[in-house]
């Protein structure tokens, strides 16, 4: 369908920032939402940022106004700059592709990369 590569994850104190990329390839669907998800250890995966084509955004409450979603089509590549981390941020962050414009639950996953913010 889509593979999904993400980049850019790592170990950050408390308040510092970190910029995820994701870049799509071998592509069988039109891509329509793209974002990215998250989980920590013991917790449900969650929402935390979408972008339809149209340029649409989703964020979580917990995310918003401190990380911002941006997308390069020409690329097939999703974004997600993350300010003022917090080490309830720590987790794997995954890569998502959708053919429709805004689900919970996109088609497509990467493999994720590990985001962790010491205290």
């Known amino acids: 369908q889509v593979q999904l590569v993400e980049s850019g994850g790592g170990l950050v104190q408390a308040g510092g920032s970190l910029r995820l990329s994701c870049a799509a390839s071998a592509i069988t669907f039109s891509i329509n939402a793209m974002g990215w998800y998250r989980q920590a250890p013991g917790k449900q995966r969650e929402l935390v940022a979408t972008?339809?084509?149209?340029?649409?955004?989703n964020y979580a409450d917990s995310v918003k106004g401190r990380f911002t979603i941006s997308r390069d089509n020409a690329k097939n590549t999703v974004y997600l700059q993350m300010n003022s981390l917090k080490p309830e941020d720590t987790a794997i962050y995954y890569c998502?592709?959708?053919?429709?414009?805004?689900?919970?639950?996109?088609?497509?996953w990467g493999q994720g990369t590990q985001v962790t913010v010491s205290s």
């Open positions: 972008m339809n084509s149209r340029g649409s955004t």
């Open positions: 998502t592709a959708d053919p429709r414009p805004g689900t919970d639950w996109p088609l497509a």
